[in-house]
């Protein structure tokens, strides 16, 4: 492992056992040692850069109080223009931010924007009230507006401050005013959290020795057979998951541990969002809680869902949510797979500006436009036991397609993702663009099918008119 990698796990091997001594803190207390430890692990690992993601709070904080009602795009822009800024810093002559500076701003970004859209429809509901004399009826809306130091509390709380997940202000604020956080169920859920993290903590260790992922930038890695370079990216997809996996659950165990995103289940929360129906618990009935709204991967679905566009909803599912609430709905596209196409790409930018990010996350459209062909001109027509064996050919095309992918998103450089892609000579595009083809030509088919049938259907009614 390399020395950043240790940084950030004994950040959030830390996070674990401190969230637990939250709970014994009041609402005030909590949030000012929340700040504290926060600030105290930015600007140990950041130092000088810390001021960027200041920047970026203040700036925040500054057009949310000039203009409400304009706020999340004007705040989608300045945070998504200082994130141009903050990777260029070097052309302006000032030093480059170390990596973990660069997580924070990661996570900064989505924060800021998401508080944006909140204060916007806080003040939305407050003026339908005052005109209709009503309570909002809106499940997540904020009580008040935050002040600045809200504002700067919430940007810096050291819970997930560099690893995620990422979580609306709304959910911040409900736990700061949880009436009683030891009650809440802690351990229990924790632990299982956890139970799973050494198994994948060893065989990101194991499989990456085995597979390092410079090997593929070398002259030697092109003179082995086509399987054995098309199976190096499964494994290489193998390393990143168990990586991730390892992570973010230990990330949900440092919320779990604190309280943060503990919510009935009867409030049906979504990851990122938080509650989504108003929960009043029987007085009679225990009430049950879970960590949903922190929840940021869905190891198991992840592996085997059978779709490519059902992959993403389970991973990195808190960012996934805020794709899916603040940029899919304002694309400037009908068509799903453009839409996605649009979502992906202000993903690719957020992740960075290296090529290797577009082309990976903007192969994702093509797939779900060849996966979608397929589903409705071939699956439909298919019985329950060819279904079956569709589904699973579909499983495993979905997987090489995300092993494909992979390769761009950790190779970086157009160069080195295109040297790869063109070793296993773009085996997966051509499959996708294949299924598109053969969906077409078989609509077609099909569309020409039901035109015969509704002419014959027109003559059989002219001749029987006729006898």
């Known amino acids: 492992m390399s020395p950043d990698e240790l940084v950030y796990l004994g950040i959030l091997a830390a996070s674990i056992p401190v969230g637990f001594l939250f709970r ?15 600030l105290i692990i930015s600007i140990a690992t950041c130092g000088i850069h810390t001021l960027h993601s200041l920047c970026t709070v203040l700036g925040t904080w500054l057009i949310i109080k000039i203009n409400w009602r304009s706020a999340p795009a ?31 701003q990661l996570l900064l970004t989505l924060k800021m924007v998401s508080l944006a859209n909140e204060i916007q429809s806080y003040h ?8 209709t004399f009503t309570k909002s009826p809106v499940v997540e809306g904020l009580s008040h507006e935050p002040s600045l130091y809200d504002i700067i509390s919430y940007s810096y709380c050291y819970v997930g401050i560099m690893t995620g997940p990422f979580f ?43 597979f390092p992922l410079p090997y ?25 998951r168990m990586r991730f996996y390892s992570a973010w659950c230990g990330a949900e165990a440092g919320c779990i541990s604190a309280g943060l995103g503990c919510y009935p289940q009867g409030a049906l929360s979504k990851p990122g ?45 808190t960012v996934q949510w805020w794709l899916h609430y603040y940029i899919y ?50 699956r439909a027509r298919l019985g329950p036991a060819g279904q079956n064996i569709f589904d699973w050919i579909h499983w495993f095309l979905k997987m090489r397609a995300y092993d494909c992918m992979c390769m761009g998103f950790v190779l970086l450089k157009a160069s080195d993702t295109i040297n790869y892609w063109s070793s296993i000579y773009f085996i997966i595009h051509i499959i996708a663009v294949a299924c598109i083809g053969v969906g077409q030509v078989m609509k077609g088919g099909k569309k020409r099918e039901r035109r015969e049938r509704g002419e014959g259907e027109k003559e059989d009614v002219v001749r029987e008119k006729a006898e």
Not at 95 to 101: H, L, M, V
Not at 216 to 240: K, P
């Open 273 to 317: 969002g938080g509650p989504t129906v108003k929960y009043s618990p029987d007085p009679d009935t225990a009430v049950e809680y879970d960590f949903k709204t922190i929840q940021n991967i869905d190891c198991y679905n992840t592996d085997f869902c059978v779709k490519v566009r059902h992959g993403m909803r389970y991973w990195n599912m």
């Open 168 to 210: 609306r202000y709304k959910t911040y604020a409900d736990w700061l005013q949880q009436s009683n956080p030891l009650s809440l169920p802690g351990k229990e859920p924790c632990l299982q959290r956890l139970k799973m993290v050494p198994v994948y903590g060893a065989l990101f260790i194991a499989v990456n020795s085995v």
């Open 24 to 38: 014994y803190l009041s609402p005030p207390v909590k949030q000012g040692a929340a700040l504290l430890l926060g």
């Open 329 to 378: 709905p304002n694309a400037p596209f009908r068509a799903y797979a453009l839409r996605a196409g649009w979502t992906m790409l202000i993903s690719a930018y957020w992740h960075g500006l290296h090529a290797g990010y577009y082309l990976s996350f903007l192969t994702i459209p093509l797939c779900i436009a060849a996966e979608s062909a397929m589903e409705a001109s071939v």
């Open 124 to 131: 939305l509901e407050k003026k339908k009230e005052v005109s």
């Open 74 to 104: 004007l705040s989608l822009g300045w945070t998504f223009l200082y994130l141009l800024f903050f990777r260029l810093v070097t052309w302006f002559g000032l030093p480059q931010p170390t990596p973990f500076a660069n997580a924070i």
């Open 216 to 240: 593929v930038r070398t002259d030697e890695f092109l003179d082995h057979n086509y399987f054995y370079r098309f199976f190096y990216m499964v494994a290489i997809f193998f390393v990143f």
